[in-house]
């Protein structure tokens, strides 16, 4: 599971659809800091397609579909021959008690039920939803979550910084691209903690060195952008960097400073194993020396500072491409 909370709902009637409250639902998810994204199959030629529940986080099925030609028990006995053990909310306005039954005789598993009553089913699908929630906020699951999360915002950071470098002159480009490759300059001290002579005059003359190549003319701005050493902590320098001159990024500087805070909790669970803190259900991670507890407020706070970020970078993308 990644930031976004994928939904396929099965429903024959539109109008039952068009007067459900899908806001509440989307607002239930976007507060637990994930994108909600509701798939609608409505028609009988939709209803017929055979359903690959591994694309959804949660499928809603009604019982009676198709005019009578499909139950919804169908749906999901071929999801579940699958092998998919993605959740199922499954109502009827017959209520919970008869489709418990008939999954039952079905041998359908893993499966929630309700009545079709509006209310009734709002609370079942966003008890699901945190039924699902509790699951992801375990170290190993956050641990693919944030990875993704900053994987997205590294791409989006460089697009940011792409769409900046477009939009100068010749010039400036240039002067930009030596900027980056200052950025990207090896650094002695990083080899001195390897040896134990650590004054060798070697390290002089690689100093002299370094300094006499990045005096070179850059590389063009793509072959810069791809290198393997302009990692996560490097990009968010440069396009804080970026942020004093540039007009649209100036405003956003400390949304910028701000997802180096995600860069050390994405190093942290990379890295480190955390300590489990006896009698409070919850781990801790040291991150600049001190102690963070790996709670739930913390994991619901990764997932929306993951959210803000996102949406802010393509904010400051859509600005800049105005600026062309």
Known sequence: MNLSYRILWIEDSSEFIDSFDKEAIEQHVTNQGFDPYIEFRTTPEEIGKAVDGAQYDL?????????????GSDVIRQVRDSG???????????????????????????????????????????????????????????RGIVMSGVADLDNLITDVIRAVHDNLDTGKQVELCKKLLGKLRPTVKHLKVLVKDSEHVHFSEIEQLINSITALDPADF?????ARSFDSSKRVEMVHSLCKDDEVLKPHTQDIVSIKEMLRWRNALAHQMPRKVDGEGFQVFELDGREEAFNAAMTLKLRQDLRTHRGALLGNLGKLGKAK
């Open 84 to 142: 998919c053990p993605t959740e199922v909310l499954f109502y009827s306005t017959n209520g919970a008690a008869q489709l418990r039954q008939i999954a039952a005789t079905d041998e359908l598993e893993g499966v929630f039920f309700s009545g079709r009553d509006r209310d009734q089913l709002l609370r079942k699908i966003t008890n699901v939803f945190d039924l699902t929630v509790r699951k992801v906020i375990d170290v190993e699951n956050m």
């Open 222 to 226: 793509e072959i810069l952008a791809k």
């Open 59 to 71: 499928l809603i099925v009604d019982y009676n579909i198709a005019e009578g030609e499909v139950h």
